[in-house]
């Protein structure tokens, strides 16, 4: 059995706009936790439809693809900073 897909990397992490100080999803579970947050918070249904991709994700490819989907979100919120920005 693989490992966990928890624990799958998000290669590069995604940095978040976030108080006090940015916010670094590194692992599939990093992201599943930020939405989590973000869904008791109440955010619309491009949220719900993210949460649940990511709630269902089972292999490789759906972790992939469910985490480019969190990024797109995420960019469309005004929500994403650059990789690269120095913190």
Request: glycine share 4%; charged share 30%; hydrophobic share 45%.
């Amino acid at each position: 059995m693989p490992p966990a897909i928890d624990d799958f990397p998000i290669a590069p992490p995604i940095l978040i706009k976030d108080t006090p100080r940015p916010r670094r999803l590194m692992t599939l579970k990093d992201a599943r936790a930020y939405v989590d947050e973000a869904m008791r918070l109440g955010h619309p249904a491009p949220w719900r439809e993210v949460w649940h991709r990511l709630k269902s994700v089972a292999t490789a490819d759906e972790a992939v693809e469910a985490i480019g989907d969190l990024r797109e979100l995420l960019a469309e919120e005004d929500l994403l900073l650059p990789s690269g920005r120095p913190s």
